[in-house]
């Protein structure tokens, strides 16, 4: 039977990630875990979150989750799920604390001064609701997902990548700023799938089909 690990690092929506998984994978090993030595032996991993980056790499630290992290993202399918995604990256303008680099780039606090709707209308930060996600190009987890499709958002904060090419989806709030990104065997949403209904559970779907 194929196993699929939600990490545990004390923070995220954890159990209505892994139950929107078993509902689209019934006859998959769903397991939460802050165990590194099961996060090394799951076929697959799922980093979700939210919260703070530095909560989140204070926590990966102390629960000697790092190492399992990066040879996870190295070796295996890795969705990464909004904080799990801003991780991924270089620095975090929040508390301005190094993520784990995997992707070049930093994270930053949407501008106030360009929180501005296509009608002149302030926008709100934090980034909380729904909105429409553009890709750039196709990929897997995207099957079957209309372009523009919908889906849950809560963020104040953006990833910046330094190369174009790992960018899988754009989304307009006052800015068009990064919403996927994919490279190999990583894929990383800045939205939330297990609250975005039938577009969200189509993309763990897909994902757990998935064989990069």
Same mark, same amino acid.
């Not at 174009?164 to 006052?174: F, P, R």
């Given at each position: ?5 939600? /990490? ?16 689209? $994978? ?5 397991? /939460? ?19 703070? !980056? ?10 000697? #989750?790092?190492? $399992?992290?990066?040879? $996870? ?9 909004? /904080?799990?995604?801003?991780? #991924?990256?270089?620095? *975090? ?6 993520? #784990?680099?995997?992707?070049?780039? +930093? ?5 106030? +001064? ?13 980034? !909380? ?13 995207? &099957? ?11 963020? *104040? ?6 190369? $174009? ?16 990104? &994919? ?5 990383? /949403?800045?939205?939330?799938? &297990? ?12 994902? !757990?089909?998935?064989?990069?």
């Amino acid at each position: 039977m194929s196993a699929v690990v939600v /990490i545990d690092y004390g923070m995220g929506n954890l159990r209505s990630v892994a139950k929107a998984i078993e509902h689209v $994978a019934p006859e998959c090993r769903v397991e /939460i875990t802050a165990d590194p030595a099961r996060v090394a032996a799951a076929d697959r991993v799922v980093f979700p979150g939210q919260g703070a !980056m530095p909560d989140c790499m204070r926590e990966l630290d102390l629960r000697g #989750l790092r190492p $399992a992290v990066l040879d $996870a993202a190295a070796s295996k399918p890795f969705l990464g799920i909004c /904080i799990g995604l801003q991780m #991924l990256f270089e620095r *975090s303008g929040e508390g301005d604390v190094p993520g #784990l680099g995997i992707f070049t780039g +930093e994270v930053v606090r949407f501008r106030d +001064e360009a929180m501005r709707g296509g009608d002149g209308a302030r926008l709100k930060v934090p980034h !909380m609701g729904w909105n429409e996600v553009w890709r750039r190009r196709p990929h897997p987890l995207w &099957e079957g997902i209309p372009d523009g499709a919908r889906f849950y958002f809560v963020h *104040s904060y953006h990833v910046c990548p330094a190369a $174009a090419g790992v960018i899988a989806a754009e989304t307009d709030h006052g800015i068009r700023f990064t919403s996927a990104v &994919e490279r190999a065997n990583i894929f990383a /949403i800045q939205f939330h799938p &297990e609250k975005s209904a039938q577009a969200g559970l189509r993309l763990l779907s897909n994902f !757990m089909q998935w064989a990069p």
